[in-house]
Structure formats: C-alpha cells, structure tokens
C-alpha cells in the first residue's frame, strides 16, 4: 500500500517520537483568511501600526493561528482515525510568530491506556511546533480517543502520564518582548480595561454569538490542512451516531476566543493553555455563545503586562447571560446540556 489509512491505537508505542510531514509557511493570506473565518479583533494582531508603536516588529499571528498550523500537522499521525480529541495540558506560546515564518511539528507519546471496551484506546502526546530555525514557538499536550485496528490487539506498555493542572505563569512570563504601554492606546484597542481592573471570581458574559456555516468549518479545517476524517467525508459520518460532520473542536476555540473581546479586549496574547476539554460535538446551523471567569491574576515581574489565568466556557444555541456550567453539587463530569468547551488559559493584558 503507498496510501496511508492511518494508525490505530495498537500502532503506538510509548516514548516513540514522530517528526509530522509538511512544514508550512504561513503568510499574510493565511491571517486574512482566518480573520474573514472568525472575526478576531484584537488591535496588536490587527494592526501593524499599532503592534509597532509597542514594540513589536509587525503584527504577530493571532496565537490560535499559530496553534492550528502546529496541531493540524499531527493529525494524520495522531487524530486521523479518531473518535474524539478529549483534552489538553501544558500549553505555552513561547514566542510571537510573524507571516512568513515556516512552521513544522514534532510529538512523543507519552501515553496509552486502552480502554475497557477494547475497541479504543487514548493516546497521549506532547507536541512541540518549531520555526525553521529549530526555534520552539508553541508546545502543548493532547490525548485522543483513538479506535483499534483489532479489538484483540495488545500494546507492550500502559501508562497514563501525570500532567499539570496549571502551567507555571512565571515560565509564560518571557514570551513577549518588552512593551511600551504608555504607547497602548485603550481606544484603538477597544476597552479601557488594563490588567488591574480584573478580579478573581469575576464572570463576563460575552454577549454575542456566531452562527457556524458549512462551508466556514470545511475552509478552516483545509486552512489548517487538518485531515481529520470525521470533518470532511460527510458520506462516511452517515453512519456515524451522529450522522453528519462533525466541526472541528478547534473552530469552537477560535470562536469563543473572537467572541471574548467584547469584554477581554485587552487580553490581546495568549501565554499557555492550563487545561482543555470538548464537553459536546458542535454541527454546521448552531450559534455559539461564550462567556469568562477570571480564575487567577499573576504579576510576574513585568512592569508592562500581567497574566489573568481565564476560563471560557463556550455554548451552543443558549446565550450565556445565566453562566451555563458544570451541574450539580459535586460538580463533576455533568454539564448543562449546552456547554461544547472548556478553556482554562493564561492571557497576557497590559498594566
């Protein structure tokens, strides 16, 4: 066979290392495409006058852009066959990525556990997305839901790694270069809202929601040239339990990252991802909604720029005016019916 139907569970050996094909190059066309996709507006990734008046060469990529690229290179490696990307940890944006840098990726699996059915199992990899020069720019942890080839198949080793609920903001802290905030113009950027305004427990609901098309989530999916059966070949979802495409969970994060500017619009960079979770799929003609809770402030020796560690609870077809959330006294796994993700990140904002 010269095709590649892609690995299954009883495929993976722990400690191995996958170097991902197709570096990508991401330029200008890149970054209009996914601001005509999802609307982001924050100003230092908006514009180059107003990234430079702080200190930045140019505008940076919007940091999910960023992500997309990295993750969309694993998946024929690590999500193809797929039924479910369950979680993420330890995720750290280590440097502004600019148009015209090539980015590739590479992941070590650092776990496997089969599951009791044994007809899956989840597979647990850390990958790391380096610019040409080998610089890392983003590293970050996922584990899948991935289905057996053979439900009879056995791996050599079990192991289910122990993972950081919550990445150290102080090893965030240097990930931008210095900025002169006296230059940041509260106007231009759309909120008079500075790091110090913000308080843990605080909730905002962001008000707005956005439709999902079609035809968006297939362009975005290609722009990240993630491969991922289960959103593209509508014939085979058929007979899926769900019947039809599933949208990528990525797009639900960009688009609860777009909608939170109307209330976080000076939380203009991303620093790391704590903890992620897709609670429930998301179909082409629902609305998504989100809202925050501040759940930390870090001052991390900067006279510039903090760190609020921000959750994002994203929901579909239900505005979020009443904080839709996990249900129940224990608050476990239970969530209102409405809620499609989970984000637990570092931002940076301005003092």
């Known amino acids: 066979m010269k095709t590649n139907p892609g690995r299954f569970f009883e495929d993976y050996r722990l400690g191995e ?198 035809a968006e989530h297939q362009i975005a999916t290609r722009l990240f040239q993630n491969t991922a059966k289960v959103h593209f070949d509508n014939h085979a979802a058929k007979d899926t339990r769900f019947g039809k495409r599933l949208i990528y969970g990525g797009h639900v994060i960009s688009l609860a990252r777009a909608l939170s500017f109307n209330g976080l619009a000076n939380a203009f960079a991303l620093a790391g991802i704590n903890a992620g979770r897709h609670v429930a799929p998301l179909f082409s003609g629902d609305t998504v909604y989100a809202w925050s809770e501040v759940l930390d402030t870090a001052d991390v020796g900067r006279d510039d720029v903090g760190l609020l560690r921000l959750r994002t609870v994203a929901t579909k077809n239900q505005p979020c005016g009443a904080y839709p959330d996990r249900q129940g006294e224990g608050q476990g796994d239970a969530y209102d019916p409405a809620v499609i993700l989970d984000l637990d990140y570092w931002a940076f904002m301005p003092k």
Not at 26 to 42: C, E, I, N, S
Not at 49 to 55: E, H, I, R
Not at 56 to 68: A, E, G, I, Q
Not at 148 to 153: I, T
């Open 17 to 214: 290392t996958i170097r991902h094909a197709t570096p990508r190059t991401v330029t200008a066309g890149d970054v209009a495409l996914y601001t005509a996709l999802y609307g982001p507006r924050f100003a230092v990734q908006s514009s180059d006058a107003f990234a430079q008046g702080l200190g930045y060469p140019r505008s940076p990529l919007d940091d999910l852009l960023t992500f997309h690229v990295v993750f969309g290179k694993t998946v024929p490696d690590i999500s193809l066959n797929a039924v479910a990307n369950l979680g993420y940890a330890e995720g750290g944006f280590r440097r502004p990525v600019y148009p015209g840098e090539t980015l590739s990726t590479v992941s070590e699996v650092i776990g496997l556990k089969e599951s009791s059915n044994r007809q899956t199992g989840v597979v647990y990899v850390r990958s790391v997305g380096s610019d040409a020069a080998g610089e890392t720019v983003l590293s970050y942890c996922r584990w899948v839901l991935v289905r057996k080839r053979d439900p009879e198949a056995r791996i050599a080793e079990e192991h289910v790694p122990s993972l950081a609920k919550v990445v150290d903001p102080q090893d965030l802290a240097g990930a931008l270069p210095r900025l002169d905030v006296a230059a940041y113009d509260l106007d231009l950027a759309g909120s008079p809202h500075r790091f110090g305004d913000y308080a843990r427990g605080e909730r905002i609901d962001h008000v707005d929601g956005m439709t999902v098309e079609e």
